[in-house]
């Protein structure tokens, strides 16, 4: 739901009470929840509009905050449109940037200097002297009067009429980490590891992450009269939680925002959905219960009091807001029995369906008996990592398997591997020019991870190469197995291109030819460099193009999650368990992936291996299974089916 904003006078601009619902007693600092954040961003930046044209109409000047990271991009792209389509000139603007890494040249690609030229001000009217951002490159000996002389400058123009703030995983605001005092001005910081972890993937490593930041102080931010702090997706949805409804903390400094006047939280579904309102909404008002719902407060109920389903009473429901789901069902008995038998019906053996059995209580259809099936995997290894166990069991009870990669993945190969298979290639003789670049350029350099197209195909290669071991190894034929090389993804950097039609037209052209009845793909919206979430688009926006041919109507599609989340359990549409053998047997598959163990590049914050997450979570979802007093299995892999 979008609502317009009102702006009425500069103290007196705010979001209209918006979003999905009113904010409730939990929530400390006002929020408004959107469908998604292109949205959301757009009443941003038309906000940001306003003032400056109210400060125009006054004659003076606007003075504007400014933060980098992957939130405001939408925002900057919608401000850029308002000046390129609508006249709105930025001559009165004067722009103060939170931060910058520490040390690092404007030149580099990675310094906030290079990111608000780029995504903003190379592309409207701003003066160039109006343009303040932390120096990166300054000596360490003038640190201390560089950063008196910025907190100077934006008390001379009269403080920050406005700041635009994005949230890190660590709650720190700026570049203010956990630590932080409410009384801080801009200084020299040191990155949490967390930080350091989510910005890796910019800088190719974890290595190449400057260790330290110059950030206006927590006092700076909170002096600006109006805020608003952006937060998207799942990934952010703890600490928007420990924010709006925690306590305030120096460990969280976001929290330091519950004490602003004049701050607005605009988030999206994602990012909300660990509110109290959104995620155990039974706690804070009345509603019509839908299926979902109830399956997931029957679940919770569960949880809070450490009980199976069929062992809830009336007592326990009553005494966790859930009096009116009670009262609709009758007695808990009936509400119990009805939960344990939709959680029952999703278990099964046969994902791609049970020959000669009753289908009617089953996740998948009998017929036809043998289908043809898509395994739709973003990277080269998703598909053993997120459902070895049930390509397994497709594969030996008789389907048609295919694996699909869409993208190379070719990046999060690291220089020292690829050094490894073109030295070999040299040994044995292969008189290849390539190789011999290749080996000289990665020996001579001392800067750590870079990229050239030469050494991106043999990347490429490497991951291929790994791909068909583990396929061959579950028992999938070659000319099964195809590789997509999606073009969005080919930029060699971290940050990738829009989809494109090619890229959809890569994917329409495969499900044409395949014919599925069955197709898996990765429903992970929480992949820390959105690539899954741009190979499901490109996915989604396949089958909404191919939806009307006759063989689609005979297509279910399931979705598992990524290396990085599981579904909730009341999300499971279908669960696929693994025995003890299955679960060794995934394990190797996902051995044969050399290239993305011991130490990989894009590991995010979670130092385990990809094949621990992988068990972990597997076990941990039989392990709740369980728990709710279900049947007791080893592993179970979890999927959600999507309908279209
Ligand atoms: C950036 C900044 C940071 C980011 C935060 C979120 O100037 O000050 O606080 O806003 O790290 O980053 P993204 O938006 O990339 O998730």
Redesign the pocket.
């Known amino acids: 739901m979008v609502t317009e904003i009102q702006s009425k006078n500069l103290d007196d601009i705010s979001f209209k009470e918006a979003g999905i619902y009113e904010n409730t007693r939990f929530e400390k600092i006002h929020n408004v929840v959107y469908d998604n954040s292109g949205d959301a961003s757009i009443l941003i930046a038309q906000e940001i509009a306003s003032i400056i044209k109210l400060k125009q109409k006054e004659n003076t000047n606007c003075i504007l905050g400014?933060?980098?990271?992957?939130?405001?991009i939408k925002v900057y792209e919608e401000l850029i449109r308002l000046h390129k389509t609508q006249g709105l000139s930025f001559k009165n603007v004067i722009t103060f940037?939170?931060?910058e890494y520490y040390p690092i040249a404007k030149s580099d690609l990675q310094s906030?200097f290079h990111f608000m030229h780029e995504y903003l001000f190379k592309h409207i009217d701003i003066l160039p002297e109006n343009i303040n951002i932390p120096h990166g490159d300054i000596s360490p000996d003038n640190i201390l009067e560089t950063c008196i002389a910025y907190e100077n400058k934006i008390k001379e123009h009269g403080g920050l009429d406005f700041q635009l703030?994005?949230?890190?995983r660590t709650g720190?605001?700026?570049?203010n980490e956990p630590g932080s005092h409410s009384n801080s001005r801009t200084r020299l910081i040191t990155l949490d590891h967390i930080?350091k972890t989510?910005a890796a993937p910019a800088f190719l490593g974890l290595e190449n992450v400057p260790t330290r930041a110059i950030?206006m102080g927590i006092r700076t931010v909170m002096e600006a009269k109006r805020i608003i702090l952006?937060?998207?997706g799942e990934?952010?949805a703890e600490v928007i939680k420990k924010t709006v409804e925690g306590e305030i903390s120096s460990q969280v400094p976001a929290t330091y925002l519950q004490h602003h006047k004049n701050t607005t939280f605009v988030i999206d579904k994602g990012a909300a959905s660990l509110l109290t309102q959104y995620n155990t909404p039974w706690l804070v008002r009345s509603f019509d219960w839908s299926e979902e719902l109830m399956a997931k407060a029957i679940l919770w109920l569960c949880e809070v009091t450490s009980k199976s389903i069929l062992r809830l009473t009336d007592k326990d429901y009553n005494d966790h807001g859930m009096e009116s789901l009670l009262a609709k069902e009758g007695n808990a008995y009936t509400l119990n029995i009805k939960m344990f038998n939709r959680l029952q019906h999703t278990i099964t053996g046969w994902p791609g369906g049970k020959p000669n059995a009753d289908d009617t209580s089953r996740p998948e259809r009998e017929i036809p008996k043998k289908k043809r099936v898509i395994v739709f995997s973003p990277h080269p290894d998703d598909d053993v990592i997120s459902m070895g166990g049930t390509i397994d069991r497709l594969v030996e009870q008789g389907h048609e398997v295919h694996i699909a990669y869409q993208t190379s993945g070719n990046i999060a190969v690291s220089n020292r591997e690829a050094l490894k298979f073109a030295e070999v290639s040299l040994a044995m003789g292969v008189r290849d020019d390539n190789f011999r670049n290749i080996t000289q350029i990665i020996k001579q350099s001392n800067t750590g991870e870079f990229n050239t197209p030469e050494l991106l195909t043999l990347k490429g290669v490497i991951r291929q190469k790994e791909s068909l071991g583990a396929t061959r190894y579950l028992g999938i034929p070659d000319g099964q197995v195809h590789f997509l090389n999606m073009p969005f993804y080919e930029t060699g950097r971290a940050k990738k291109n829009a989809l494109g039609e090619k890229d959809v037209q890569i994917v329409c052209d495969l499900i044409a030819k395949i014919k599925p009845h069955q197709i898996y793909a990765a429903g992970d919206l929480a992949d820390p460099h959105g690539t899954h979430k741009v190979c499901l688009d490109a996915l989604f926006i396949a089958i909404e193009k191919m939806k009307t041919n006759t063989f689609m109507k005979d297509c279910w599609v399931w979705l598992y999650r990524g290396a990085w989340h599981e579904w909730g359990i009341h999300e499971i549409d279908m669960a696929v368990p693994m025995s003890p053998d299955q679960v060794i047997k995934k394990r190797k598959a996902i051995f044969f992936h050399q290239s993305q163990k011991d130490g990989v590049m894009f590991q995010g914050d979670d130092a385990r291996e990809f094949w621990v997450r992988a068990e972990e979570r597997n076990k941990d979802t039989a392990l709740k299974y369980s728990q709710l007093g279900l049947a007791d299995y080893a592993a179970i892999e979890a999927f959600k089916r999507y309908d279209f």
């Open positions: 400014l933060a980098t990271g992957s939130s405001p940037n939170l931060d906030y703030l994005g949230i890190g720190h605001i700026g570049f930080t989510d950030t952006m937060a998207w990934n952010k």
